[in-house]
């Protein structure tokens, strides 16, 4: 007696309706992570963070995708270009959030949301932020900060950080040229090119400062530009108690506007 003929798992796969295919490909694509910019410098340690958890290590040109957790260790900074060109560098021990980068170049329109989870960072609008400021928005746990077209950087000042600086933690910046918006659980501050800040982390208030808070990553080269837009201030002032001028923390300076010259541990930035 013949035995029944048993089909394969793959010649029933292979026998789905076409329709069926398509629909767990189109499915599979629709998760696939979509690349928003790509790494330009890397130094020492730096890593990211997919949506599904995933580690990989962040080298000169590789990608970075939307919702990626982007990490620098001790050692570590981080120079990205994104899409509409804008520019991200993160400092030694920060992590960042791109929770919301999309960018459509037919239509020069694009959404930017980020989240600073730690450390500190340097943003230069792209496309986006000049053609549609309001469409992006930088997050903390401090504050949250809308832009007008700008070059700003700002740090997140834990609990040893305040202990260092002998202040509350915080959210300390400066803005380089055009302004932002910083929004704090109890009230709101216009800052612009040549000012500082520092939002308080346990009662809000918002301070402008006439010079940068001490915490605040030091490049020469960005406060020049800075001090020669300086405007009016509240006549307050961060300074480190204890603490030299050569204890202050290096790093943020390492994004290069002008698209070289910048060399790091993992090779030189071409930035293109």
């Known amino acids: ?13 292979l026998s789905l309706p076409l329709f069926v295919v398509a629909a767990c490909l189109s499915a599979n694509l629709a998760h696939a992570a979509e690349t928003v910019g790509q790494v330009l410098l890397s130094v020492g340690q730096t890593q990211a963070t997919d949506a599904s958890g995933a ?28 899409q509409d060109d804008g520019r991200l560098a993160l400092q030694a021990n920060s992590s960042l959030r791109l929770v919301d980068y999309q960018w459509q170049p037919q239509q020069r329109d694009g959404q930017v949301t980020l989240e600073l ?13 000049s053609a549609h400021p309001e469409h992006y928005q930088l997050n903390s746990r401090v504050a949250s900060i809308g832009i007008r077209g700008t070059d700003f950087q700002v740090f997140l000042c834990d609990a040893q950080c305040g202990q260092q600086y002998a202040t509350q933690p915080g959210l300390a ?15 709101q501050r216009v800052v612009r090119a040549g000012q500082f800040f520092y939002v308080d982390g346990q009662n ?16 020469s080269g960005w406060y020049a ?15 480190p108690l204890g603490v030299s001028g050569a204890a ?3 790093g943020i300076g390492i994004m290069a506007i002008d ?9 030189t930035s071409s930035g293109r």
């Open 55 to 82: 580690v990989r290590p962040l080298a000169r040109r590789a990608p970075v995708q939307d919702d990626d957790v982007l990490q620098t260790g001790a050692d570590g900074r981080l120079d990205i270009r994104m």
């Open 259 to 267: 698209g070289g010259g910048s060399t790091g541990t993992t090779g």
């Open 1 to 13: 007696m013949a035995k029944p003929f048993a089909i394969s798992p793959s010649f029933r796969l």
């Open 225 to 239: 530009a800075a001090a020669a837009a300086k405007g009016p201030s509240d006549g307050a002032s961060l300074t």
């Open 117 to 129: 989870i730690k450390g500190g960072m340097r943003s230069l609008s792209g496309q986006i932020g």
């Open 173 to 187: 910046g400066g803005v380089s040229s055009g302004s932002i918006v910083i929004t704090s659980p109890t009230e």
């Open 248 to 250: 202050i923390i290096m």
């Open 204 to 219: 809000g208030v918002i301070t402008i400062l006439d010079r940068a808070p001490a915490m605040l990553p030091q490049d």
